[in-house]
């Protein structure tokens, strides 16, 4: 075990208690705790200005209807601080929504560092993607991009060499990738979100009803992805 599991520092997403029963279906004995988890950004909600409270709703959305087509699978939204206002509305409106916390949490932290920084496993996470599919830039692009070195820079260019808005990409990671060896994570889904900002390509400029559609089938195209590799 890894020697920061009982670190007090490191909170635990919602629905995941080590050491306890919870998590486990009682009627087919399905473990909760093993299940294919996906770790996720907020896609679009920061250095492209997508309205966070609109994301925030479509985010909901998205995960109740692909949790009402897809069983046995976990979604983690993550952002880098406990204080961040997208996990703080996420929280509220999926709680509204009733959507199940057993299969849905936030945590804060680092998404490169899930394993070693919070002892969760997730062996798919996905990027907020420009549609270059280019390192660096900011944000969570160049954390993922950081930590994944040049195996997952090539192995990036062997998949697509362009994305465009509201679609996703699949790449393994391969194992000699510094993000696969150290954190067990097996495969990046690149994932290219509407963009708000004047300063970045194909600005929507401010229309929230293409916005939104083009979010909620990037959020789709993700989890839908995600499903066909985990199940
Ligand atoms: N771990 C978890 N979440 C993070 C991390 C991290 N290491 N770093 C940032 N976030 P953004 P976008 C959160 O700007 O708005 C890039 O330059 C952040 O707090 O990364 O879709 C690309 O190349 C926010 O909640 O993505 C594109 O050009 C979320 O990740 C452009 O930015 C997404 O913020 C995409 O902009």
Redesign the pocket.
Same mark, same amino acid.
Request: glycine share 14%; charged share 15%.
């Given at each position: 075990a890894p020697k920061h599991e009982n670190n007090e520092n490191n909170p635990r997403p919602m629905g995941i208690e080590k050491g306890s029963e919870v998590g486990k279906d009682e009627q087919n004995d399905f473990q909760w705790n093993d299940a294919p988890t996906l770790a996720f950004?907020?896609?679009?909600?920061?250095?492209?200005q997508f309205n966070m409270d609109k994301a925030s709703d479509v985010i909901v959305e998205a995960v109740a209807d692909f949790f009402s087509k897809v069983d046995k699978v976990k979604l983690i939204l #993550?952002?880098?601080s406990s204080k961040?206002k997208?996990l703080s509305l996420v929280k509220v409106k999926a709680s509204e929504k009733n959507v199940d916390t057993t299969r849905f949490s936030t945590y804060a932290g680092?998404?490169?560092r899930l394993y070693t920084g919070g002892g969760l496993h997730c062996n798919v996470i996905a990027n907020?993607?420009?549609w270059r599919l280019k390192p660096g830039?900011?944000? #969570?692009?160049?954390?993922i991009f950081s930590a994944g070195g040049e195996a997952l820079e090539i192995a990036t260019k062997e998949q697509a060499d362009t994305i465009s808005p509201g679609s996703s990409i699949i790449v393994p990671v391969p194992r000699t990738s510094p993000l696969n060896q150290r954190e067990g994570v097996t495969y990046v889904i690149h994932v290219l979100?509407p963009n708000m900002n004047p300063q970045?390509p194909n600005c929507l400029k401010d229309d929230y009803v293409k916005g939104c559609k083009v979010l909620y089938e990037a959020y789709s195209s993700l989890f839908n992805n995600f499903a066909s590799i985990a199940l």
């Open positions: 950004p907020s896609i679009s909600t920061s250095d492209f #993550v952002d880098l961040s997208m680092d998404i490169t907020a993607s420009n830039g900011g944000g #969570v692009n160049a954390a979100g970045r």
